[in-house]
């Protein structure tokens, strides 16, 4: 039997559709919260057929969440934000109809709106009359939402309660709850230091002015998020950004370049992996105006002078750790993202086109390292900070020493 110790503290959020194999969500909901997870439960209105909104409140411990314009419910926990609280979606049973309005992106109750409001990973796990699972409609659905980075848990294949043999049976509540603990990458960093980059940086013209881009620090922060979630400990190193710190991360905010390399130095000797995923601005203003710049001038000419390049600072010194970098590029993605590999002395990067990056929720890159390139995504960024993180704790496995030779 796999580990369950991945589902310590993880929210799930089970969302049931109509099916009578609906009546295995009470000993799922019993076998998640034993492994150390807190579920809610979505029910669609075909679903209370099957299984009692009462059964799964006594066994959650939680109101049932029903309706999507509940104004009782909304008040207690909104939808949205019981979409944000979610660390996985399971739906369980997906009935073959829900399944084919997640492929088409409806939002039109409670459960599929909540599926379209979350970033956290979504698995499903189908149950249905084998004859409906073996229809190409259904196969092509699955195929849609696979693509989409949603995780397929079965079905089983056996005797139906229609009386049929054949595929579509859910899998059992044990196997369920094994493969989302398989979701979780608990562990997978304890006892490592992580530093990590994010956010833009600004940089100062005069008192109320900057220099800065468009990076929101999603990327960054998703990765902290997912790094601390898998035991490590981690300090980042933040430019100005609207996020709230994740959990078990010690956040240092900075605005500048040069704040942001001097926190880094400062902090880089303790660290056994760096994560540079700030969009560093690239230049500053050669002078800061003390004073506000008064627009009485036609024109206005502003000298830059180059920022110093944090991530390569960090790699050229004698206490460096593992070093990850990002590239966003606009094209020749491998190419680039090799020669920045190489020109700034990294072990890994992750290379993504520039324009699909930017404030955006969901990614798709291409690890770069030495010997290989791997796909990571397309997914939401939490999703694909586990990715990356994982691919990171292969290559700097623990209690070894990170090459230190310098190129
Ligand atoms: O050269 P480029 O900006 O494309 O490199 C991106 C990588 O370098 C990212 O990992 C970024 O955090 C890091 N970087 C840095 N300091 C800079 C510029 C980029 O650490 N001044």
Same mark, same amino acid.
Do not use: W
């Given at each position: 039997m796999l580990n369950l110790q991945s589902l310590s503290n993880k929210r799930i959020l089970l969302g049931i559709t109509g099916g009578i194999a609906a009546y295995k969500c009470a000993e799922l909901t019993r076998l998640l919260i034993k492994a150390g997870a807190s579920v809610q439960v979505a029910m669609t209105r075909a679903a209370t057929e099957f299984i009692t909104p009462l059964t799964m409140q006594a066994l959650s411990g939680h109101r049932v969440h029903l309706d999507l314009l509940d104004p009782e419910a909304e008040a207690a926990m909104g939808h949205i934000e019981l979409a944000r609280w979610a660390d996985l979606v399971l739906v369980a049973p997906a009935s073959a109809d829900f399944l084919a309005r997640m492929a088409q992106g409806r939002a039109d109750d409670l459960l599929s709106t909540l599926i379209l409001a979350s970033s956290a990973p979504i698995a499903v796990a189908p149950a249905m009359n084998q004859a409906m699972w073996a229809d190409p409609a259904t196969g092509s659905n699955l195929a849609t939402l696979e693509e989409r980075g949603v995780h397929i848990f079965g079905p089983a294949s056996g005797d139906q309660a229609c009386g049929d043999i054949g595929p579509g049976r859910l899998l059992e509540p044990q196997q369920l709850v094994e493969a989302c603990a398989g979701l979780f990458t608990a562990g997978l960093l304890s006892g490592r230091k992580l530093l990590i980059t994010a956010g833009p940086t600004r940089e100062a013209i005069d008192p109320v002015r900057f220099?800065?881009?468009?990076?929101?620090?999603?990327?960054? !922060?998703?990765?902290?998020?997912? *790094?601390? +979630?898998a035991g490590a400990q981690v300090t980042l190193v933040s430019?100005?950004?609207?996020?709230?710190?994740?959990?078990?991360?010690?956040?240092?905010? @900075?605005?500048?370049?040069?704040?942001?390399?001097? @926190?880094?130095? *400062?902090?880089?000797?303790?660290?056994?992996?760096?994560?540079? @995923?700030? +969009?560093?601005?690239? !230049?500053?203003? *050669?002078? @800061?105006?003390?004073?506000?710049?008064?627009?009485?001038?036609?024109?206005?000419?502003?000298?830059?002078?180059?920022?110093?390049?944090?991530?390569?600072?960090?790699?050229?010194?004698?206490?460096?750790?593992?070093m990850v970098g990002f590239a966003a590029e606009t094209s020749s993605l491998i190419e680039n993202g090799r020669a920045k590999l190489v020109s700034k002395n990294l072990d890994l990067l992750f290379a993504n086109q520039a324009t699909d990056t930017f404030n955006r929720d969901s990614v798709a890159a291409t690890a770069i390292f030495t010997e290989g390139e791997r796909e990571m995504g397309p997914g939401n960024k939490h999703h694909v900070a586990r990715q990356m993180l994982k691919l990171i704790a292969e290559r700097a496995p623990q209690g070894q020493e990170p090459d230190r030779t310098l190129v």
């Open positions: 220099i800065s881009n468009h990076s929101s620090g999603k990327m960054g !922060y998703a990765l902290a998020a997912e *790094a601390a +979630a430019g100005p950004t609207c996020l709230a710190t994740p959990e078990r991360v010690t956040r240092i905010d @900075v605005e500048s370049a040069t704040e942001m390399l001097e @926190v880094c130095l *400062a902090k880089a000797g303790e660290a056994d992996i760096f994560i540079g @995923v700030a +969009a560093v601005s690239d !230049y500053r203003p *050669a002078e @800061v105006s003390d004073e506000k710049i008064k627009k009485s001038a036609a024109t206005l000419d502003l000298r830059l002078v180059r920022n110093p390049d944090i991530i390569s600072e960090i790699a050229a010194g004698r206490q460096r750790p593992f």
